[in-house]
């Protein structure tokens, strides 16, 4: 059965509509879709079989934490087309993964990246933090095109991917500041690119697009300790020469991925100092949150509190952000704050 054929059957799309439904039930585009499901995904299966879908227009804003960043939002409709793709094509990106690249797969994940960095800062004396500049709105369609053809065991779905990253096409345009790299001309300027932020199929795709990366990093420069969460990427040695000569080779290599770093921070540095990493400064021995993490969290409360949100919410959003910053040594942090904000018996 092809990755096409399995994308179209029933349960696939069934089960797609069950995880993009998650959570978001009784709310309008979702209860619209619902309100005549059957009819929804056999109009989408057909869609899919005839290769006549095609994708809605994308809904934009700017979130502020961590950082400014533009999120684009698809139609409820694209986003189950989105996770039934996923659902057929991830189980063979998992089989070529490294085991240390922790973003958007299950059983990985934030603290798990944080635990394999603080075990590696308890081995090794320096570290290499490195993290791409403008990430999603630099990735190449092109190039990204020829990886996931390469990852998966048939053409089949080649379309629909390429569809999907055709919809997305400048939706980042004014994110990315033009880099030029040996061999471009004026035209290449023009070239298709960057992810949406908020798609399923990107946060899949860029871990893709840097998977060969990863297999660079751990099998030709033979770095044993490595890991990579989305961008933001850490090689841990006890030679700082050695991890010097890695840098130029990485920024190197990256360059083949029309992607660059800020190189500004990707210096090999004392573990004892501190690794900036996933919103802690991870030491060999303990884990600080960092302010900005504490002040934003802050800011949302109060904001909130004063919009009188329901309890509910409330206590989840709490709860969520306790059992996150309970990842470091942040008891009387979290304490301090539940006193400060009357909390404390939320």
């Not at 139609?75 to 958007?104: G, K, M, Q, W």
């Amino acid at each position: 059965m092809t990755l096409q054929d399995q994308l179209c059957a029933w349960e696939t799309l069934r089960l797609a509509y069950d995880k993009a439904a998650r959570g978001k039930r009784g709310r309008g585009a979702t209860a619209a879709f619902e309100f005549d499901l059957a009819d929804q995904l056999l109009a989408l299966e057909g869609e899919l079989r005839e290769q006549t879908w095609q994708p809605g227009a994308y809904h934009s804003f700017y979130i502020h934490e961590p950082k400014r960043r533009l999120i684009s939002a698809a139609p409820f409709r694209d986003r189950v087309v989105h996770h039934a793709l996923c659902l057929v094509t991830t189980p063979y990106f998992e089989r070529l993964f490294i085991a240390n690249s922790f973003a958007n797969r299950v059983g990985k994940g934030t603290h798990r990246a944080l635990d394999t960095c603080q075990g590696y800062a308890r081995r090794f004396r320096y570290v290499l933090p490195c993290d791409v500049v403008q990430f999603f709105p630099s990735i190449d369609h092109a190039i990204l095109v020829e990886t996931l053809r390469k990852m998966l065991p048939d053409e089949s779905v080649m379309w629909l991917i390429e569809r999907i990253l055709l919809s997305g096409r400048g939706v980042l345009a004014e994110e990315y500041d033009m880099v030029y790299f040996p061999g471009d001309d004026l035209f290449a300027i023009n070239r298709p690119r960057g992810l949406p932020i908020g798609n399923l199929t990107s946060q899949w795709w860029a871990n893709c697009y840097l998977n060969p990366f990863d297999h660079f990093v751990r099998r030709e420069l033979g770095c044993k300790a490595y890991l990579r969460y989305v961008d933001d990427f850490l090689l841990f040695g006890n030679d700082k020469k050695q991890l010097m000569d890695w840098r130029d080779r990485i920024l190197e290599r990256l360059a083949r991925l029309r992607l660059t770093l800020h190189c500004g921070a990707a210096h090999p540095r004392p573990v004892t100092q501190g690794i900036p990493f996933l919103g802690f400064i991870v030491f060999p021995t303990h884990r600080r949150l960092k302010a900005r993490k504490g002040y934003a969290f802050r800011r949302k409360i109060w904001r909130l509190l004063r919009e009188g949100v329901p309890l509910s919410c409330l206590r989840a959003s709490l709860q969520g952000w306790l059992n996150h910053a309970s990842h470091g040594n942040t008891f009387h942090l979290r304490e301090k704050l539940l006193a400060d904000t009357g909390l404390l018996y939320v």
